[in-house]
């Protein structure tokens, strides 16, 4: 089917305009739905134009596409937990990255990239789509527990990622000069697979924030050069957005853990933290207590502040959060919740995990706003969130995780942990706030715990 130039280039700006109201709708919780709705539909109206507009597709392949894309989206969005989300988010970001770097094989294939700038367009998105798929692979199988977690390598890793990086480079100046060398083509390949697989196997769970956001803005970089191979300026603007934006969350989520921006984009990320005595942080200072202690502390209390963690991800007990809020608010206690960058196990997780509950907007405070607030509150329950409130990253040089910015929840008068166990965070280190004396642990499953806080007061 001919549809006419103009009316091609008028979806695009209609589609470009969609992505960016749609990225900016995603910068608030209140709007995050709809900014997801909108940069969907531009993402719609892009591939049908895009396919419309191509000679080599039917009516048939069209509906064919968006009827099979459709049922696995909707299949994979309806059954994922919110437990699963970072790894559902590290699938798609591969995805998107094989997607890329296989349109860009296509076209050159085909002998579409024939050209200077054509060839490099074409190295790049199959350098950065193949990065982008093979290592997001990688942190969905370490985010699933398909494979250990813990950082994985071999002496002279860094040197065998840099000559494959420096061979990529090589391969893509090579395929300018010498158009066409299927070898090559496939050296370059393999070279950029490979490099995905050991950027990643070496970083450890707790870096898998930052490494999500990375790759997000790795597979849109991806998108922008496989639309430079196909002159498609829906997709270069799409990528482009991805990609920039990617890199300023990326940004953001090195702030929030200590780390170099620089060193995570060469793979160099901090390892987990070496095997520490717990016996000698614990031993004989931790003081348990029970939801009818909990009860009684929170009857006396004017100021309670939640801290998510992952483990009330775990626990689907966010539901259960919210009506333990509602009760204390119906006392007359003021509820805030306290919001770290990387609770969780990808940006945005414990926002995202609350909104679902319909906890008010207003009430979530990010870690910059609350953290002066602590030294007011007079208990600060602790849902599951261990190493963004350990005290190590701010007193205790010699730790991995020393200089990380953390939710000061030690400064309440009263914290109550609720945990199943005193086992180790993604970082593998003791919790010394576990130990401290104003800090009550309760043990057990995180929803069973809040349920059982909630009779209590209501009961009280």
């Known amino acids: 089917m001919h549809v006419s130039q103009n009316w091609i280039d008028i979806a695009y700006l209609i ?37 419309l507009n191509e000679h080599i597709v039917t009516y048939e392949v069209i509906i064919a ?11 994979m969005a309806k059954k994922v937990q919110m437990t699963s989300m970072p790894q559902m988010i590290a699938l798609l970001n591969g995805f998107g990255g094989g997607a890329s770097f296989a349109v860009a094989s296509a076209e050159f294939f085909r002998g579409s990239a024939n050209d200077t700038v054509s060839i490099i367009a074409t190295g790049a998105a199959v350098l950065i789509g193949a990065v982008t798929l093979t290592g997001s692979l990688v942190a969905f199988a370490k985010l699933q527990e398909l494979i250990d977690g813990k950082p994985m390598g071999f002496p002279g890793m860094k040197l065998v990622n840099a000559v494959l990086f ?70 270069i603007i799409t990528g482009s957005l991805v990609g920039a934006s990617g890199l300023i969350l990326t940004s953001i989520m090195c702030k929030a853990m200590n780390r170099s921006l620089t060193n995570v984009l060469f793979g160099v990320m901090a390892e987990a933290g070496e095997a520490m005595d717990e016996d000698e942080v614990y031993a004989g200072k931790v003081k348990s207590t029970s939801a009818e202690e909990v009860a009684m502390l929170l009857e006396t209390a004017q100021r309670v502040v939640i801290v998510p963690g992952f483990g009330l991800a775990m626990a689907q007990a966010q539901h259960a959060v919210r009506d333990m809020a509602d009760t204390m608010e119906a006392m007359g206690i003021e509820v805030e919740y306290a919001i770290h960058p990387v609770a969780g196990r990808m940006p ?107 009779t209590a007061l209501k009961e009280g």
Request: net charge negative; glycine share 12%; hydrophobic share 50%.
């Open 65 to 75: 596409g968006v009827v099979v894309g459709g049922l696995i989206g909707a299949v």
């Open 166 to 235: 420096v061979g990529s480079l090589a391969g893509i100046g090579y395929l300018v000069l010498n158009p066409g060398n299927e070898a090559v083509f496939w050296g370059l390949v393999a070279a950029a697979m490979l490099l995905g697989l050991l950027l990643v196997l070496p970083i450890g769970g707790a870096d898998m924030p930052v490494v999500i956001a990375l790759l997000n803005s790795y597979s849109g970089v991806a998108a922008s050069a496989a639309g430079f191979v196909m002159g498609n300026s829906a997709l």
């Open 348 to 454: 945005g997780h414990m926002n995202v995990l609350l909104a679902e509950a319909e906890v008010p907007y207003e009430q979530l405070k990010d870690m910059d706003a609350i953290n002066p607030t602590f030294e007011q509150t007079d208990v600060a329950i602790v849902l599951g969130a261990n190493d963004v409130t350990n005290p190590m990253a701010r007193e205790d040089k010699g730790s991995p995780i020393y200089g990380m910015p953390i939710l000061n929840v030690d400064k309440a008068k009263t914290v109550v942990v609720v945990k199943r166990s005193l086992s180790s965070g993604f970082a593998g280190l003791p919790n010394p706030l576990f130990a401290k004396d104003n800090t009550l642990m309760l043990f057990g499953d995180g929803k069973g715990a809040v349920l059982d806080i909630t």
């Open 15 to 51: 589609a470009a305009c969609l992505f960016v109201i749609g990225i900016k709708g995603l910068t608030k919780p209140k709007t995050a739905v709809r900014g997801n709705l909108l940069a969907a539909a531009g993402m719609g109206v892009a591939a049908v134009v895009t396919l």
